[in-house]
C-alpha cells in the first residue's frame, strides 16, 4: 500500500481564474523520498498542506495509509505527519530543548520521559546537545535553526515528513551540509518524505521520486534520471536541463552507453557508476574502451564516442522538443529557478 496516494486532486481557491492543482494523480510509497519540483505558484505548497488537512481538495481523495485525509481527524492526523518549512517557526521563548518537545508534550510525555529522546533527536540532526539544548532561536544560525526545526518535526517519531522549502534560505554550504544530513536520517529511520523544491541540482540530489509540477499541472514523475533522459515535454526537458552536458553525465548511468564487444583487458566499470565516471575513467587510464560489468558479467563495452553519442542524442532530443514546443500555442510557462543549461558539446 501506497504510504500517500493523490487521486485526481484538484484545489480551486475562491475567484481564482485556474486551479492551483488540476487534476494531480500519483502515489508515494513507503519509505521514499519524493520531490515536488516546479516554478514559483504551480501548486507544490498547495499539494503538500492538503496531506496533513492544513487545506482539503476541491475534488479528487488524497489517502494516507489507505484512509482519505478527509476521514481522519485534522489534528491526530498532523501529529502524525511531521512538517518543516522554511521559516522554521520556532518558539522564540523557548529553549532548543522545549521546541523539541512541544509536540511529544502534547502527546501527553513527562519532560523526564522525553529527555533522553531531545539528546537522541539533536544528535541526529548534528546538534551536540550540551551545547544546544539551553540555547533560544536568536543564540542559533539559520541552519542551526532549521535542524531545530527538523528535530522538533521528527519528535513524535511520524512515519511520514512534509518538507516545504526547509533549506530555501540558507547559504549553498549549509544547504548542502543539511541535503546530507536529511539522506543519512532518511536511511537511518526510513521515512517517507515529500520535499518541496523549486532547485532541480537538490531535486537530483535528494529525489528517489520526482514530480514535475507546472501552473497546477503535474507534469512528469519519475526517477530523476528518467527526467533527465526522457523528458515528458520540452518544460519538463528545460527545467530538469536535459541538454545540460554536465547534469546528464552526473546522473546517467555508464550503461546508457553501453556498446557491444569488448577487450577483456580494458579498465572495468560498473554499469551503475554514471557517464562521469566512466569518462574520468577513460582519461585517467589513458585507454580507449571500458568493460561495463553488471554483477560481474561483462554487457559490454564503453568508448568515449560512446559518451559523446548519448550527449548528441539527449541534446537532439531537447532540440526537437523545444522545436515542438514553439509551434504549439499557447507557449510553455516560463521557467523560474531552472538551471542554467550550458553548451558544452
Ligand atoms: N490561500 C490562497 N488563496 C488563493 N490563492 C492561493 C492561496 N494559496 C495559494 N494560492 C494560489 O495557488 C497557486 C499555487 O500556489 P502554491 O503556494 O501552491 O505554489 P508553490 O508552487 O508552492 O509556489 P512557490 O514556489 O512560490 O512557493 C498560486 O497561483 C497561488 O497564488
Ligand atoms: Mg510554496
Given at each position: 500500500m501506497a504510504k500517500v496516494e493523490f487521486v485526481d486532486v484538484t484545489k480551486t481557491y475562491p475567484d481564482a481564474a485556474q486551479n492551483a492543482v488540476d487534476h494531480v494523480s500519483f502515489s508515494v510509497e513507503a519509505g521514499a523520498l519524493c520531490i515536488l519540483l516546479g516554478t514559483s505558484g504551480s501548486g507544490k505548497t498547495t499539494l503538500l498542506r492538503m496531506v496533513n488537512r492544513l487545506s482539503d481538495p476541491t475534488s479528487g481523495v488524497i489517502r494516507v495509509d489507505g484512509t482519505p485525509t478527509v476521514d481522519q481527524d485534522p489534528i491526530a492526523l498532523r501529529r502524525r505527519i511531521g512538517y518543516v518549512i522554511q521559516?522554521?517557526?520556532?518558539?522564540?521563548?523557548?529553549t532548543v530543548e522545549e521546541n523539541v518537545r512541544v509536540v511529544p508534550s502534547i502527546l501527553g510525555q513527562s519532560a523526564s520521559e522525553t529527555s533522553g529522546r531531545v539528546d537522541e533527536l539533536l544528535q541526529l540532526v548534528g546538534l551536540e546537545p550540551a551545547e544546544y539544548?539551553?540555547?533560544?532561536?536568536?543564540?542559533?544560525s539559520g541552519g542551526q535553526q532549521q535542524r531545530v526545526g527538523l528535530a522538533r518535526a521528527l519528535a513524535a517519531d511520524p512515519s511520514l515528513l512534509l518538507m516545504d522549502e526547509p533549506f530555501g534560505a540558507l547559504d549553498a554550504i549549509t544547504r548542502g551540509r543539511l541535503q546530507d544530513e536529511l539522506l543519512r536520517i532518511q536511511r537511518e529511520t526510513g521515512k517517507t518524505i515529500l520535499f518541496v523544491t523549486h532547485d532541480v541540482e537538490e531535486a537530483f540530489k535528494l529525489g528517489s521520486q520526482v514530480v514535475v509540477m507546472d501552473q497546477g499541472h503535474l507534469m512528469q514523475e519519475g526517477a530523476p534520471v528518467d527526467l533527465l533522459a526522457r523528458p515528458a515535454n520540452a518544460f519538463v526537458g528545460k527545467l530538469v536541463g536535459s541538454a545540460n552536458v554536465l547534469r546528464q553525465l552526473e546522473y546517467l548511468p555508464a550503461s546508457a552507453a553501453c556498446e557491444s564487444g569488448g577487450d577483456s583487458s580494458a579498465p572495468r566499470i560498473a554499469a551503475h557508476a554514471t557517464l562521469l565516471d566512466a569518462l574520468l575513467q577513460l582519461m585517467q587510464s589513458k585507454r580507449r574502451t571500458l568493460t561495463l560489468e553488471d554483477d560481474g558479467r561483462d554487457i559490454g563495452q564503453v568508448t568515449l564516442s560512446g559518451i559523446s553519442n548519448v550527449m548528441a542524442a539527449a541534446r537532439q532530443t531537447a532540440a526537437d522538443q523545444a522545436a515542438e514546443a514553439a509551434e504549439q500555442e499557447p507557449l510553455p510557462a516560463r521557467v523560474e529557478g531552472a538551471a542554467p543549461t550550458p553548451d558544452l558539446i
Open positions: 521559516q522554521v517557526g520556532l518558539f522564540p521563548h523557548l539544548r539551553k540555547r533560544f532561536q536568536r543564540q542559533l
